[in-house]
Antibody, heavy 123, light 107 residues
Framework: QVQLQESGPGLVKPSQTLSLTCTVS??????????WSWIRQPAGKGLEWIGR???????NYNPSLKSRVTISVDTSKNQFSLKLSSVTAADTAVYYC???????????????WGQGTLVTVSS | DIQMTQSPSSLSASVGDRVTITCRAS??????LGWYQQKPGKAPKRLIY???SLQSGVPSRFSGSGSGTEFTLTISSLQPEDFATYYC?????????FGPGTKVDIK
């Protein structure tokens, strides 16, 4: 059974960089044709897809966040990571990592999710 | 960027009711749309892909339709476990956009 677990600081100061890591267990991050995504959800609000990475290192980002986002993968540690720079209070949200087992033709299928981690941006 | 809207933003319904949720895209996205269900404190779960294909394991009371810019999710007979928030998700380009969500609660 694949499991994902987010980790990282729960509090980040405005203008700083938010950094989160997702550790994948129960399977190799390199096996299969999967993308690995980050998705966030402000409290009481809707979902926002942040971006994704393939194990080759190929990435796609949400255009509205692209200038501030970097997603990377470390296959040796079975982890992938998110960096979001120049954060403001608007970036306060629960951040989820998820496995995407979909395809271009049928779209993303986020079949495994982490439990989510709350990141608050505040001084 | 492709923007998504959903209507209504919330609705109250009774068990056994037929429920329809609409999702609109700011530009044509063919059938590049899925529907997700999210229950409080839980991760979202895909119900429909390619606008009208039922995800394996999802009850047949859920159905999707539409193409281009307008899409609908229909629950033919609402069950107690269906009270949740529903999101559409477009994937027309190499960037995905969720709709703002429709909360379905008990009348």
């Amino acid at each position: 059974q694949v499991q994902l677990q987010e980790s990282g600081p729960g509090l980040v100061k405005p203008s700083q960089t938010l950094s989160l890591t997702c550790t994948v267990s129960g399977g190799s991050i390199s096996s299969g044709s999967y993308y690995w995504s980050w998705i966030r959800q402000p409290a009481g609000k809707g979902l926002e897809w942040i971006g994704r990475i393939y194990t080759s290192g190929s990435t796609n980002y949400n255009p509205s966040l692209k200038s501030r986002v970097t997603i990377s993968v470390d296959t040796s540690k079975n982890q992938f990571s998110l960096k979001l720079s120049s954060v403001t209070a608007a970036d306060t949200a629960v951040y989820y990592c998820a496995r995407d087992s979909g395809s271009y033709s049928i779209g993303p299928h986020f079949d495994y999710w982490g439990q989510g981690t709350l990141v608050t941006v505040s001084s | 960027d492709i923007q998504m809207t959903q209507s209504p933003s919330s609705l109250s319904a009774s068990v056994g009711d037929r429920v329809t949720i609409t999702c609109r895209a700011s530009q044509g996205i063919r059938n590049d749309l899925g529907w997700y269900q999210q229950k409080p404190g839980k991760a979202p779960k895909r119900l429909i892909y390619a606008a009208s294909s039922l995800q394996s394991g999802v009850p047949s009371r859920f159905s999707g339709s539409g193409s281009g810019t307008e899409f609908t999710l229909t629950i033919s007979s609402l069950q107690p476990e269906d009270f949740a928030t529903y999101y559409c998700l477009q994937h027309n380009s190499y960037s995905f956009t969720f709709g703002p969500g429709t909360k379905v609660d008990i009348k």
